[in-house]
C-alpha cells in the first residue's frame, strides 16, 4: 500500500531531489506500465501543484493520452503538432514561456500559460512517449524542471 510522500526542502530543487528516490520505491517491484505513470503524475502533481501533468504515449504514429492530473486534455496529437508533438519529432525538452507564443499551439486548456515537454525514449533511442507539464501562470519552468524532470524520464524509460 501506497504511503504519502515526504518531501523536504523548500526550493524547487530540493522538493526534486527529495522527491527522485521516492519515485524509485514507488515503482519498484510494479510491472504495470499504466499504474507507474499514474503514480508518477500524482506524484508530481502533489510535489509540485502543477496545473497539469502527463503522459502523452507514442502509438501508431501519433501522441495518445496517458495518465495525467488536471482539467480534461487533447486525446491525440500529431507528430511536429504543439509543443508536444514538436518535442517528440525533434526529440528534445521545450520549455515555453508563454503558450500562446508558440508557433501551432494546441490549446487543451485556455487557462494554461506555460508548459514543458520532456522526451521519453525507448530502448532503441526512439521516442515512445513525452512527459507534459502546463502551468496557469507565465515562465514557470527553467532548467531546475528540465534537468529533474529529462531525470524522471529516465526512469519512465526503465520502465518501458
Known sequence: MAE????????????????LPQLHALVEGEKDLTANLANIVAALRQ????????????????????????PVACTRIGL?????????????????????KFPGHIACSSASKSEIVVPIYNTDKKVAAVLDVDEDKYSMFDTTDK????KVAVLVTSLL
Open 147 to 150: 534537468l529533474y524532470l529529462e
Open 80 to 100: 511536429g503538432k504543439g509543443v508536444c508533438g514538436t518535442s517528440w519529432k525533434n526529440a528534445e525538452t521545450i520549455i515555453v514561456d508563454d503558450v500562446e
Open 47 to 70: 510535489t509540485f501543484g502543477f496545473f497539469w501533468v502527463g503522459f502523452y504515449l507514442v502509438k501508431n504514429n501519433e501522441l495518445v493520452l496517458g495518465p495525467f492530473q488536471g
Open 4 to 19: 504519502d510522500l515526504q518531501i523536504t526542502g523548500t526550493t524547487k530543487e530540493e522538493k526534486y531531489i527529495s522527491l
